[in-house]
């Protein structure tokens, strides 16, 4: 591993560097005041102190970069040939794709799909415990098996960015990294705002300086409708109402990503994304825990709305979203900037995907009962205000004319792929389930 790897980054740009300068500065300012008298001998030996500083600190950037004096360790050279060979295109008219949050549920299906049909990929993933990390370098050895590189990064470190798009000219950037769960945003409101407003702010400030532009396509959410109530949810409808934390950072992330389309000419897809669930999915998610406590024989929670209505989710199944996904890149439209500036209007579009047939929380419950031919102890409970909405269900019509999105698969066969996968991933032979 070269050494940026490994590097730190500051989570508050800027910060480190104004400390740093600040420390020099007083330390060494006193010492000499106390050595030398005459004024004019201080500001020259200052001069020289600040030359001095500046020389080291340059210099210390050009090992990191690798870059201004053409220092290339071994290790640089090797990781970014990897990089290269993993963004090669083998199809005619292909893409060159950086996949943030590569390692992640959504990601990991779309790193292989794009691969699958000759585009060149590149991941980065964080690797973070919002859940089991050993599922993501489960994800990551399975891509790599495929050819497809994962660097392990965040997508504050704007270095770590640049580089990657200096080694690759990316054609298109699948921004799918998040901070990602309704729930949690209670317990952990920074960690959204670090990935789901920080990250992409950094990620887009790469890619408006690259030369040349890609075309973005990232993940919002279904829960930007928050308490909308018109039936089904159309792009058009109102979504200033979020009901959590994750839904107003999605929501301000479509907000950021037009003042980019509109200031810099990026082209910019946002989708909407309806609870995706399958095989490889996310263990904090309901499908992925109810499977896990039915099969060791732990109750599970089920919520339910006011006047204990049930509460239902338009589930979409993972290959519809990828196809979805997949659609949004090849339709995308070139951005038009270069150089940081913006040379004509580039294309700034919003589509739900989702699967247009809400099913709810009980009934996925009891597919899930037949498909593991086991009886879940259910606790009924009343929904905690905790930014759950009652309901979801997608009007798809725009991604449909746009790209002809159409989702093919229902949740009955979406979680018997999904119950098989769990399965035989965690070796579940009628013992403990991790
Ligand atoms: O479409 C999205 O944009 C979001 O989809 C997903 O959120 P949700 O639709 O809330 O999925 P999920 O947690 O599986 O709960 C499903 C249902 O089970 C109910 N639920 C949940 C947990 C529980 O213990 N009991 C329960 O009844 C719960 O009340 C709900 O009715 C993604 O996680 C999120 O990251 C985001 O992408």
Redesign the pocket.
């Known amino acids: 591993m070269p050494n940026f790897e490994e590097d730190d980054f500051p989570s508050t740009p800027g910060k480190f560097k104004i400390e740093r300068s600040h420390h020099l500065h007083h330390g060494f300012g006193r010492q000499f005041s106390r050595v030398f008298s005459s004024t004019s001998t201080m500001l020259i030996w200052v001069l020289f102190l600040i030359a001095l500083t500046v020389s080291f600190l340059s210099f210390q950037t050009t090992v990191h970069t690798g870059r201004s004096y053409g220092y290339l360790s071994w290790a640089d050279r090797k990781w970014e040939r990897e990089v290269r060979v993993s963004a090669q295109i083998q199809r005619p008219h292909g893409m060159s794709v950086l996949v943030t949050g590569a390692a992640g549920f959504v990601g990991s299906h779309v790193a292989l799909a794009l691969k699958k049909r000759g585009d060149g990929v590149v991941g980065i993933d964080n690797f973070n415990d919002y859940y089991d990390p050993s599922l993501k370098q489960a994800r990551k050895a399975m891509l790599k098996r495929h050819g497809i590189m994962v660097v392990e990064g965040d997508i504050n470190d704007a270095k770590k960015l640049n580089k990657l798009f200096d080694v690759v000219v990316f054609t298109h950037v699948m921004h799918l990294a998040a901070q ?4 949690y945003a209670m317990e952990n409101p920074h960690s959204y705002v670090h990935s789901n407003i920080a990250g992409l702010v950094t990620l887009l400030e790469v890619c408006k300086s690259a030369n040349p532009q890609p075309s973005i396509v990232w993940a919002s ?3 930007v409708y928050g308490l909308n109530d018109q039936v089904p949810f159309s792009e058009s409808d109102r979504t200033d109402q979020p009901a959590s934390l ?1 839904a107003a950072t ?1 929501k301000a992330g479509e907000e950021i990503t037009h003042t980019y389309n509109h200031i810099y000419g990026l082209s910019i897809t946002g989708l ?6 399958g095989p490889w999915g ?1 263990p ?7 499977t896990r406590n039915i099969l060791q024989g732990k109750p ?4 339910r709305g006011k006047d204990r209505v049930d ?3 338009d589930f979409t199944y993972i290959d519809d979203i990828v196809k979805g996904c997949l659609g949004s890149l090849d339709s995308s439209g070139k951005s038009t900037g270069s150089g940081g500036r913006k040379r004509g209007p580039a294309p700034y579009r919003i589509f739900n995907l989702g699967n247009t047939s809400p099913v709810t ?1 009980p009934n ?1 419950v009891g597919i899930l009962e037949k498909h593991l031919k086991m009886k879940a102890k259910k606790h009924f409970v009343d ?1 905690p205000g905790n930014g ?1 909405v009652p309901f ?1 269900h997608a009007n798809i019509s725009a991604a449909q004319n746009e790209f002809g999105y159409k989702p093919t698969t229902d949740l009955e066969t979406g979680l018997k792929k999904f119950v098989r996968w769990y399965l035989s991933y965690y070796g579940y032979h009628g013992k403990y389930v991790n």
């Open positions: 990602a769960g309704v729930r959410s279904s829960s994750y999605k909407r994304f309806f609870t995706v669930y996310r904090d998610m309901a499908y992925f825990s109810f599970i929670t089920v919520y509460l239902a989710r929380v996925l929904m759950d979801t």
